[in-house]
Nanobody, 128 residues
Framework: QPQLAESGGASVQAGGSLRLSCVIS????????MAWVRQAPGKDREAIAA????????YYADSVKGRFTISQDNDKNKVSLQMNNLKPEDTAMYYC?????????????????????WGQGTQVTVSS
């Protein structure tokens, strides 16, 4: 069974930075759409960034574009999310998610129902 383990969440002040990591076990991340999805209290899960590891194509929600960067490390079977200039509205539980092998991110990368595998999440809290 594939396992995704997130880490790096913390409490920071607005304007600060964090780097989240997702280490994947029991499958290789090559040729997969990997995403970061967040859920704020009382809100639905929102996909904010995705990467297709086959060609490094990246996708971002408007809310994080220019502040967050998703990246892959195939040697470590890991996907990361660099978050800069954090805002209080970024406060949420952040999940790593994966589509099935060879499925590209494409035009539906933001649809959380398209992801088959999920981690347990890591909490990010941004104070003003």
């Amino acid at each position: 069974q594939p396992q995704l383990a997130e880490s790096g969440g913390a409490s920071v002040q607005a304007g600060g930075s964090l780097r989240l990591s997702c280490v994947i076990s029991n499958f290789m991340i090559n040729s997969r759409c990997m995403a970061w999805v967040r859920q704020a209290p009382g809100k639905d899960r929102e996909a904010i960034a995705a990467i297709y590891t086959g060609n490094d194509a990246q996708y971002y929600a408007d809310s994080v574009k220019g502040r967050f960067t998703i990246s892959q490390d195939n040697d470590k079977n890991k996907v990361s999310l660099q978050m800069n200039n954090l805002k209080p509205e970024d406060t949420a539980m952040y999940y790593c998610a994966s589509k099935s092998f060879s499925l590209r991110c494409g035009g539906t990368w933001y649809a959380r129902d398209g992801y088959n595998y999920w981690g347990q999440g890591t909490q990010v809290t941004v104070s003003s």
